[in-house]
Structure formats: C-alpha cells, structure tokens
C-alpha cells in the first residue's frame, strides 16, 4: 500500500475553509484515497473518497492531482466541531482482506 | 437504525482473565473488521470477517479470537488478557469488501488490564 504524508498540524479560523494537504507519491492505479478524521478519542469518521475525479458531498470536497500523487481535503466553512485529526489513506485490496492503514494524520485545530 | 454498537464502553480486566467485546450492526454490512488503537497512534487491523462463518487475522491477532456466526453481530474475546491488550478497540463494518466502500466504525471499547 502507498504511503502518505500529512502535515503534523494545522490552524484554521472558524467560517473559513480549511485546506488540509496529503502527499501519496507511489500510489498505484487501483488504490484509492480516503480521508476519515477522528474527535476526542471516539471512531474514526468517514469524509470522502475518491479515486481519479474531484469528488464533494455534504462534509468535504476532495481534490486529487491529475498525477494522482497528491490530494487536498477541502472543508468549506470550518467550524470548531470540525477540530479533530484527518487522517489521508491510500488504500487497496491485498493480502486477501482490505484494510485502512492510519497514519499519524494532521491534527487540525479551528479557533474563534 | 443503530449503525454500529459496541459493547461494553469501559472495561477493567486484571491479567489473565477472559472476556469478549461485543460488536453488532444493523445494516447488513458483509464485512466486519476489528481494530485496536494505542495512545497517540493510528488504527492496526486485529481480525476480520468477509461473511458469517468467515474470518482470519489481520496484522496484530495473536491473543485475540473471532467468530462470525451471524451477519449482524461479530464479537472479540480476549483469551487470557495481558497488559499489552490495554488499548481503545473499535469495530468497523463495510458493505461489500470492496476498496470502494466506505467503512463504518462503532464508538469504541477502552480497555484497561491491570
């Protein structure tokens, strides 16, 4: 599975949009890009995926190169809910199962 | 519609001692995984199920036993608990196996062995 990079951090103020960047130079045609972001310790959330195309819905919208080596999560209007870790992840089908691999994501704080 | 429950919320075991956490979903979801999350790191994949009456290991089984009698539910017993199973445990389901679905987690089990 590729890896991917995430910026340990990130600041953002409340209304305005939060661009969160990940980094997943060796990802493969197959594999697709996931983003689920975890508040306080609960489970991890869904956001969006994609795998070539721009995608958006109600959370997030979801930038992918054209070289599909780097992704930008896009939060329109953040709000102080939304301060939690985004976690990027490329994933696939291998060894038999499919399976999410956490990195240590981008802890993303949203003040006043 | 409940999604994914997870049962118990806080767990204290001394060491040696047995118990199962329990995970069920209400969507009728084929694919059901546990997960275990240690202080300041990410998710690492414990078991997983593709359907009642399958299931093998992920990256980190050992101590650790599944069964999938039933789509619904898919619990996690601990066998003799040693301290290194302290930890949050999550369950996750998924509606087909595929990469291109979404998984879904419960609200987790912390535990604690003493």
């Known amino acids: 599975d590729a890896k991917t990079t995430q910026p340990p951090s990130m600041d953002c103020a409340e209304g305005r949009a939060a661009n969160l960047p990940c980094n997943h130079s060796?990802?493969?045609?197959?594999?697709?890009v996931y983003w689920y972001r975890q508040i306080h310790s609960q489970g991890p959330q869904y956001i969006i995926h994609?795998?070539?195309n721009n995608e958006t819905n109600e959370m997030a919208s979801l930038i992918i190169t054209e070289d599909r080596k780097s992704s930008t999560l896009i939060l329109p209007h953040a709000t102080l809910r939304d301060t939690a870790v985004y976690y990027c992840?490329?994933?696939?089908?291998?060894?038999?199962?499919?399976?999410?691999?956490f990195g240590a994501g981008t802890r993303l704080a949203v003040h006043p | 519609n409940a999604g994914v429950t997870q049962t118990p919320k806080f767990q204290v075991l001394k060491t040696g001692q047995s118990m199962t956490l329990q995970c069920a979903q209400d969507?009728?979801?084929?694919?059901m995984s546990w997960y275990r999350q240690d202080p300041g790191m990410g998710l690492r994949l414990i078991h997983y199920?593709?359907?009642?009456?399958?299931?093998d290991q992920g990256e980190v089984p050992n101590g650790y036993n599944v069964s999938r009698s039933t789509t619904e539910d898919f619990p996690l017993r601990l066998l003799s608990a040693a301290p290194s199973q302290t930890s949050v445990y999550f369950c996750?389901?998924?509606?087909?196996?595929?990469?291109?679905?979404?998984?879904?987690f419960g609200p987790g089990t912390r535990l604690t062995v003493t």
């Open positions: 969507m009728n979801h084929e694919y």
């Open positions: 199920s593709v359907g009642a009456g399958i299931t």
């Open positions: 994609g795998l070539k």
């Open positions: 060796t990802i493969s045609g197959n594999e697709y």
């Open positions: 992840i490329v994933r696939s089908v291998s060894g038999g199962y499919n399976k999410l691999i």
């Open positions: 996750a389901t998924q509606l087909h196996r595929e990469a291109s679905y979404e998984q879904y």
